[in-house]
Antibody, heavy 122, light 111 residues
Framework: QIPLKESGPTLVKPTQTLTLTCTFSGFSLTTIGVGVGWVRQPPGKALEWVALIYWDDDKRYSPSLKSRATITKDTSKNQVVLTVNNMDPVDTATYFC??????????????WGQGVLVTVSS | QSVLTQPPSVSGAPGQRVTISCTGSGSNIGAGYAVNWYRQLPGTAPKLLIYGNKNRPSGVPDRFSGSKSGTSASLAITGLQVEDEADYYCQSFDNMLTGEVFGGGTMLTVL
């Protein structure tokens, strides 16, 4: 089993910046083909991919977040940090940290954190 | 509106076989990108069921199988069990959105 654990605020106000940290163990983000990212799920709704950072520091973001999201990694600490600025109530969701692996030309998410519910409300 | 289309719900009796479809387009499944499937039990994180269209991770029973054809993919579950009641999601890559995409999810009810 490969644990990933999310940490961060559970309540943020509209227009504030959300910062979530994913701390993982059991693998290295320097291994070729490995990535760590975020998937979110609004209450009662479907999964939505947010962002991914790869072993080679390549970064990908969901177009739905436009330029509000930033993902970074600290390989020495086995951590990945997601920041989303200008939070809105529609960003209320459970945010899952995921490990990504490449399979030919597609990624799959083989390990998931337990998730953290982030509520955006004044 | 999800990029990948799944039926909102399917159902079956214990022991039966059910299939869940995932329909995409020429910029995702039809472009050759693989499809992955996840199961989410109520109140828990999703779990990988199938990767690369048809591959099962270690520990996933062979009751679960995946296939892909053209712009669609399917997840089949045989020998349905009560504990299979969950939400199921497909996932792939879209080259127009340049990112990962999920289906809207399918709720499986075991009658």
């Amino acid at each position: 089993q490969i644990p990933l654990k999310e940490s961060g605020p559970t309540l943020v106000k509209p227009t504030q910046t959300l910062t979530l940290t994913c701390t993982f163990s059991g693998f290295s983000l320097t291994t070729i083909g490995v990535g760590v990212g975020w998937v979110r799920q609004p209450p009662g709704k479907a999964l939505e991919w947010v962002a991914l950072i790869y072993w080679d520091d390549d970064k990908r973001y969901s177009p739905s977040l436009k330029s509000r999201a930033t993902i970074t990694k600290d390989t020495s600490k086995n951590q990945v940090v997601l920041t989303v600025n200008n939070m809105d109530p529609v960003d209320t969701a459970t945010y899952f940290c995921v490990r990504s692996q490449e399979h030919f030309i597609t990624n799959f998410f083989d390990y998931w954190g337990q998730g953290v519910l982030v509520t955006v409300s004044s | 509106q999800s990029v990948l289309t799944q039926p909102p719900s399917v159902s079956g009796a214990p022991g039966q076989r059910v299939t869940i479809s995932c329909t995409g387009s020429g910029s995702n499944i039809g472009a050759g990108y693989a499809v992955n499937w996840y199961r989410q039990l109520p109140g828990t994180a999703p779990k990988l069921l199938i990767y690369g269209n048809k591959n099962r991770p270690s520990g996933v029973p062979d009751r679960f199988s995946g296939s892909k054809s053209g712009t669609s993919a399917s997840l089949a579950i045989t020998g349905l069990q009560v504990e299979d009641e969950a939400d199921y999601y497909c996932q792939s890559f879209d080259n127009m959105l340049t990112g990962e995409v999920f289906g809207g999810g399918t709720m499986l009810t075991v009658l």
